[in-house]
């Protein structure tokens, strides 16, 4: 007995379960980039309020002539090597990195401000890295901000991994440093950025 409309279930059925698998796919690829989405707006608001919160109260406490400190502090900023170790960053800049680990080792309050504000860091290092943000559009805003937080703390950071502790900590503050700190990021002072800006907007 022939039976020739089993073959068109047979095709509709094929169809069938195409459709369901691209439906499936686009399913996956929307929650795909609505979770890629939700992990870049937690982690601007991280890096914004949690970091550059504390970022600021350490400032506040370096420049508060009560605690010890100066009005005219600004901390120092120093570019880390490839490899980045404490013995290449001595060699390179002998004289500041020194000036910047006696700032980091000073007294237990600032000891305290750089591993609290390193500790967050690396959190936001591995957020980024393991949910695959890092080249993410979302995140450019905040590769200046963060490039100059890793240099304010570079010295104390690699005396940790080298010396303090003789492990690899922070690790991947190193990798996404490594990866955001290329030679199109615009490392001026704001002053300096503010003033071409002014004199831009003149002519």
Same mark, same amino acid.
């Given at each position: 007995m022939e039976l020739p409309w089993l073959d068109l279930v047979e095709q509709i059925a094929v169809i069938v379960t195409a459709l369901t698998v691209v439906i499936a796919l686009i399913q996956y690829a929307d929650a795909k980039s609505r979770d890629a989405i939700s992990s870049c707006i937690d982690q601007v608001a991280f890096f914004r309020e949690k970091i550059l $919160?504390?970022? /600021?109260?350490?400032?506040?406490?370096?420049?508060?002539?009560?605690?010890? $400190?100066?009005? /005219?502090?600004?901390?120092l900023r120093l570019p880390l090597p490839n490899p980045a170790?404490?013995? /290449?960053?001595?060699?390179?800049q002998p004289e500041l990195s020194r000036q910047q680990l006696e700032t980091a080792l000073k007294d237990r309050d600032t000891l305290n401000f750089h591993t609290n504000i390193l500790n967050m860091v690396e959190e936001f290092s591995l957020r980024v890295k393991y949910s695959y943000t890092h080249d993410n559009p979302a995140l450019t805003s905040l590769r200046s901000a963060f490039v100059e937080l890793v240099e304010i703390h570079g010295t104390y950071l690699l005396f940790v991994r080298d010396v303090s502790?003789?492990?690899?900590?922070?690790?991947s503050i190193?990798?996404?440093y490594k990866e955001w700190n290329t030679p199109d990021l615009d490392k001026r002072p704001i002053k300096e950025r503010l003033e071409e800006y002014l004199e831009k907007r003149n002519k």
């Amino acid at each position: 007995m022939e039976l020739p409309w089993l073959d068109l279930v047979e095709q509709i059925a094929v169809i069938v379960t195409a459709l369901t698998v691209v439906i499936a796919l686009i399913q996956y690829a929307d929650a795909k980039s609505r979770d890629a989405i939700s992990s870049c707006i937690d982690q601007v608001a991280f890096f914004r309020e949690k970091i550059l $919160g504390k970022q /600021n109260e350490f400032t506040a406490h370096m420049t508060d002539a009560s605690k010890g $400190g100066s009005e /005219n502090f600004a901390f120092l900023r120093l570019p880390l090597p490839n490899p980045a170790t404490l013995d /290449n960053l001595i060699k390179t800049q002998p004289e500041l990195s020194r000036q910047q680990l006696e700032t980091a080792l000073k007294d237990r309050d600032t000891l305290n401000f750089h591993t609290n504000i390193l500790n967050m860091v690396e959190e936001f290092s591995l957020r980024v890295k393991y949910s695959y943000t890092h080249d993410n559009p979302a995140l450019t805003s905040l590769r200046s901000a963060f490039v100059e937080l890793v240099e304010i703390h570079g010295t104390y950071l690699l005396f940790v991994r080298d010396v303090s502790t003789g492990n690899k900590v922070y690790s991947s503050i190193l990798e996404l440093y490594k990866e955001w700190n290329t030679p199109d990021l615009d490392k001026r002072p704001i002053k300096e950025r503010l003033e071409e800006y002014l004199e831009k907007r003149n002519k």
